[in-house]
Each structure stands twice: as C-alpha cells, then as structure tokens.
C-alpha cells in the first residue's frame, strides 16, 4: 500500500524554491493566527528530511538577508520548507486550517521520525 503524498506549505510560486500550483508569498503574508507561537514551535520542532548546502534568503527584505539553509521538514502528513517557519514569524504567513487542527490535535508536537525514515516517495513534487 502505497502512503499518501505529503501536503505542501510554504512553497511559495513567486519565490526561488517556489511551485506554480502554490499561492504566492505576497498574498499568504498578513494573515496572523492567534495560534502563531504554538505553530512555530510545531513547524520548528519537526523532522527534517532533506538538507541541502545552498542557503534561502528573504524574498521580502530589500536586503535579502540569509534565512537558512535549504531544508525540507515533515510532520508525516504535510512538507514545507524550513522557511515557511521564518515567513510565519516575522510576516504572519498563512497557516492553513488544515495545518492548525492537525498540530493542535496533537498538542503542538509533531512525531518523531528515525533519522532513515523515508518520505521520497511521498513529495509532492518531482
């Protein structure tokens, strides 16, 4: 049995590492949730699955300062990229429902994962 392909989040079309058939970072942001603090927590603490040694940059700041390293993180059911934590931070980023009542139904902490466990077969995109 085959297990569903994760749900994607924070893959923003108008960014580098972005997806077309994914909203854009410049509608999602000024969205705040009254659950920010306990999301953030939940994306932050989740497995991460792929690291990659090129780094992401803020598409917002005239500055392009550094966010990170390029990595992709799971809960198991959705995938985003380490940036979407930072995007919900400082530009209220959109959370989606979805996302909410799945890290609230478990208490804001996502599951652990093994550092083999495999999710290649389950991204979303090629």
Same mark, same amino acid.
């Given at each position: 049995m085959t297990e569903a392909k994760l749900l994607p989040v924070g893959f923003?079309? &108008? +960014? $580098?590492?972005?997806?077309? %058939?994914?909203?854009?970072? =410049? $509608?999602s942001i000024g969205k705040p949730s009254e659950w920010k !603090?306990? =999301?953030?927590? /939940?994306?932050?603490?989740a497995h991460v699955m792929i690291t990659?040694? =090129?780094?992401? /940059? !803020? $598409?917002? %700041?005239?500055?392009r300062e550094l966010v990170?390293?390029?990595?992709l993180q799971t809960d198991g059911v959705w995938v985003w990229p380490r940036s979407y934590s930072f995007y919900v931070e400082r530009y209220d980023? $959109?959370?989606?429902?979805? *996302? *909410?009542?799945?890290?609230?139904s478990?208490?804001? +902490?996502?599951?652990?994962? %093994? &550092? &083999?466990? &495999?999710f290649d077969d389950r991204i979303p995109f090629s």
């Open positions: 923003f079309s &108008d +960014t $580098e590492i972005g997806e077309a %058939s994914q909203p854009s970072l =410049v $509608e !603090d306990e =999301v953030l927590r /939940y994306l932050k603490a990659a040694g =090129v780094g992401l /940059y !803020d $598409e917002l %700041s005239p500055g990170g390293a390029y990595e980023a $959109e959370i989606p429902k979805r *996302l *909410l009542e799945l890290a609230s478990r208490n804001w +902490t996502p599951p652990a994962f %093994s &550092d &083999d466990a &495999d």
